[in-house]
């Protein structure tokens, strides 16, 4: 059972903007926090932005200003608007508990910075 479903991946222009989505099962969606992750090629996948206790939303020091994540309760859905996007953010995106514990990520979705 896929519990994740991310899209919203694309090429952009370095300085663009971009909106990913990801579906999760409600049973997750409403038990733990979620957060949004990243793998660049050859590096090991990086936390981007995090729902944690206390109403807190933690980011990245590299995406602070930039990078926004909310959350749809009625559709189990969270997102990450990325704005002045920078070659460095070039990755795949997946979403997942935070902390993850075991659940299986799913495809992710490609994101490419590019001029």
């Known amino acids: 059972q896929v519990q994740f479903v991310e899209s919203g991946g694309g090429l952009v222009q370095p300085g663009g903007s971009l909106r990913l989505s990801c579906a999760a099962s409600?049973?997750?969606?409403?038990?733990?926090?979620m957060a949004w992750y990243r793998q660049a090629p050859g590096k090991q996948r990086e936390l981007v932005a995090g729902?944690?206790?206390?109403?807190?939303?933690n980011y990245a020091d590299s995406v602070k200003g930039r990078f926004t994540t909310s959350r749809d309760n009625a559709k189990t859905t969270v997102y990450l608007q990325m704005n002045s996007l920078k070659p460095e953010d070039t990755a795949v995106y997946y979403c997942?508990?935070?902390?993850?514990?075991?659940?299986?990520w799913g495809q992710g979705t490609q994101v490419t910075v590019s001029s």
């Open positions: 409600g049973s997750i969606f409403n038990r733990y926090f």
């Open positions: 997942n508990t935070n902390p993850p514990f075991g659940i299986p």
């Open positions: 729902f944690a206790s206390g109403g807190v939303t």
